[in-house]
């Protein structure tokens, strides 16, 4: 059973550049989180999803970030442009139905806005 | 505003010890509060979670336990072996059962040595 999958794995790009992170929720979860860790602010919500419907984007930084939930298998954060501040470990997370079950995280990804 | 503290930041330990993880939270009004181990590199897993009208939740070696009333949470693990090291992050959800977020703590690292 493959877990959560985000792509690239490691991103390092110039500042002003655009950066599409990815990632695949798990096969039949309905609701898919956007964190952001830094070794200052810990691990933020940024924003989340349930079933592709935006729920909660108070946590994302400002207009430069954008999220998108085409369908129940994919979504995508983007930034643009990038700042030197924007650098941190992005992680997504899913988890299925109603509740509390509990949040699977992928592996995230290492983005270094030179 | 919910804020969620761990202390200590870090810990090490000798294998065999018992020792306890320590969390508090500014606002008693959550709806539940998590337990994750985070392995450099990796995700988050979780590890328990505690509903807001529990005492304490326990798994194998691990037991947490919750006073809503006083903000604070403990993470107690027995007889703790090398592969216990990583870093143990609280997190509170607030809000509803479908609708809440997680606030997370800055965790704690623990190293436990053979």
């Known amino acids: 059973d493959a877990g959560v999958i985000q792509s690239p794995r490691h991103e390092v790009t110039e500042m002003g550049q655009e950066v599409t992170l990815r990632c695949k929720p798990i096969s039949g979860h309905n609701s898919l989180f956007w964190y952001r860790q830094t070794m200052m602010r810990g691990l933020e919500l940024l924003i989340y999803f349930n079933n592709n419907v935006p729920i909660d984007d108070s946590g994302m930084p400002e207009d430069r970030f954008s999220a998108k939930m085409p369908n129940a298998s994919f979504s995508t954060l983007k930034i643009q442009p990038s700042e030197p501040r924007d650098s941190a470990v992005y992680f997504c997370?899913?988890?299925?139905?109603?509740?509390?079950?509990?949040?699977?995280f992928g592996d995230g990804t290492r983005l270094s806005i030179l | 505003k919910q804020e969620v503290t761990q202390i200590p930041a870090a810990l090490s330990v000798p294998e065999g010890e018992n020792l306890v993880l320590n969390c508090s939270f500014t606002?008693?009004?959550?709806?539940?509060l998590q337990w994750f181990r985070q392995d450099p590199g990796k995700g988050l897993t979780s590890l328990l979670l505690i509903q807001s009208s529990q005492r304490e939740q326990t798994s194998g070696r691990l037991n947490a336990s919750l006073d809503k009333s006083s903000g604070r949470s403990t993470l107690y693990i027995a007889a703790s072996q090398p592969g216990d090291s990583a870093t143990y992050l609280c997190a509170v959800k607030v809000g509803s059962s479908n609708t809440g977020k997680l606030i997370f703590g800055q965790g704690t690292t623990l190293q436990v040595k053979p």
């Open positions: 997370a899913s988890t299925k139905g109603q509740g509390d079950p509990p949040q699977h």
């Open positions: 606002d008693s009004a959550i709806y539940n």
